[in-house]
């Protein structure tokens, strides 16, 4: 089992950036990658980007997409998300998951999330 704990989110105004981070422990070795959602009130949770563990290679949303970069440190079973130019509508509980062999997000685990809020 791989437990995740998330950092960084907070209050921001809009036009702003925040940093987030997510630390992977347990059984890490030969995780497949890992993914940043979030769930705003009253909507489903979405996948924001996801990173392949091994060579890095990413994905986005559109609607994140040249505002948000994903990057990690693997050697510190870390991920980032880098957010900028952030809008009220970023407002959500962001989550990080740990993909074991694809992105089969059903058979992730998932850190507590974080509260990240934008004020306009």
């Known amino acids: 089992q791989v437990q995740l704990v998330e950092s960084g989110g907070g209050l921001v105004q809009a036009g702003g950036s925040l940093r987030l981070s997510c630390t992977a422990s347990?059984?890490?070795?030969?995780?497949?990658?890992m993914g940043w959602f979030r769930e705003a009130p009253g909507k489903e949770r979405e996948l924001v980007g996801r990173i392949r563990w091994s060579e890095g290679s990413t994905y986005y949303a559109d609607s994140v997409k040249g505002r948000f970069t994903i990057s990690r440190e693997n050697n510190k079973n870390t991920v980032f998300l880098q957010m900028n130019s952030l809008q009220p509508e970023a407002t959500a509980v962001y989550y990080c998951?740990?993909?074991?062999?694809?992105?089969?997000?059903?058979?992730?685990?998932w850190g507590q999330g974080t509260q990240v809020t934008v004020s306009s």
């Open positions: 998951a740990a993909a074991k062999r694809s992105w089969d997000w059903r058979l992730a685990s």
């Open positions: 347990g059984r890490t070795f030969g995780m497949y990658g």
